[in-house]
C-alpha cells in the first residue's frame, strides 16, 4: 500500500496524519454560527418577523393594550352626540315653557276661551308644551346613555358592547326611515341629517363587530 512518494516536498510528512480542516462554507467554526445558520439567543425577532406591540398573550390569541383606533372614533362620536341630545333637550324644555307662558297670558288677556268648541287656548298651550316636555325628557335620556356608554369604552365589557350595538341599530333604523321620508318630501337639510346619523350609527356597529374592537372587550381585567 502505497502512501504517496516520500521525496514529494509539497507533500505531506511521513508518519503524521492529516488533520482535519475547519469547517467548510456553511458549517459553524468555534462556537460561531456560520453563514445559513440562525443566531440563538438575544430574543430579537429576526429580520422579516413582525413585533407585536400593542397586544399581550401571544400572537393570533392577544389582547389589545390600547384601545383601537375604530373604538376612539367611535366613543369621541358618542360623546358628541350626547352633548348635541344636551343641547336638544334644553332647547325642548325652554320651549314646552315659553308656549305654556305665553298661552297663558294670551288667554288671559283675551276672551277666547272657555266657551270655544275646540278647547282654549291655555289648553292648546298645556298640550303642546306637555309634547316638548317629553321630547326633552327622551333626549336627555339618551345623551345620558351616549355619555356613559362613551365613558364604559374604557374598562367596560360585553354589556358595553352588546348596547352599544343595540343603541347603533336602533339610530340607524330611525336615521334610514326619516332619510325614506326626507327624500320623498325633497328636503336637502333632512336628507343631510339623516345621512349623517346613518354614518354615525354605522361606525358604532363597526367598532363593536370587527376583530380589534371584540377583543378589546374581551381583554382581562385586572
Excluded: H
Excluded at 22 to 27: N, S, V
Excluded at 131 to 143: G, S
Amino acid at each position: 500500500m502505497s502512501f504517496g512518494d516520500p521525496n514529494n516536498p509539497y507533500g505531506p510528512p511521513q508518519g503524521q496524519p492529516q488533520q482535519a480542516q475547519p469547517g467548510g462554507y456553511g458549517a459553524p467554526q468555534g462556537g460561531q454560527p456560520g453563514y445559513g445558520y440562525p443566531q440563538q439567543g438575544g430574543g430579537q425577532p429576526g429580520y422579516g418577523y413582525p413585533q407585536q406591540q400593542n397586544y399581550q398573550g401571544g400572537s393570533g390569541g392577544g389582547f389589545p393594550t390600547e384601545m383601537p383606533g375604530l373604538l376612539q372614533t367611535a366613543r369621541v362620536l358618542l360623546f358628541i352626540v350626547g352633548a348635541v341630545q344636551v343641547i336638544g333637550g334644553l332647547l325642548f324644555a325652554f320651549g314646552g315653557a315659553f308656549i305654556r307662558d305665553a298661552s297663558s297670558a294670551v288667554e288671559d288677556s283675551s276672551d277666547l276661551g272657555t266657551d270655544s268648541p275646540f278647547g282654549s287656548v291655555g289648553d292648546f298651550g298645556n298640550a303642546a308644551a306637555g309634547f316638548l316636555i317629553i321630547l326633552a325628557l327622551i333626549c336627555v335620556a339618551f345623551a345620558v346613555l351616549s355619555i356613559m356608554l362613551g365613558v364604559k369604552f374604557s374598562k367596560g365589557g360585553q354589556g358595553v358592547r352588546i348596547t352599544t350595538i343595540v343603541y347603533g341599530a336602533l339610530g340607524g333604523l330611525i336615521g334610514l326611515l326619516g332619510l325614506i321620508g326626507a327624500m320623498s318630501e325633497g328636503a336637502a337639510g333632512g336628507i343631510l341629517f339623516y345621512l349623517l346619523w346613518v354614518a354615525i350609527s354605522g361606525i358604532w356597529i363597526a367598532g363593536m363587530v370587527v376583530q380589534d374592537g371584540r377583543a378589546w372587550f374581551n381583554r382581562p381585567r385586572y
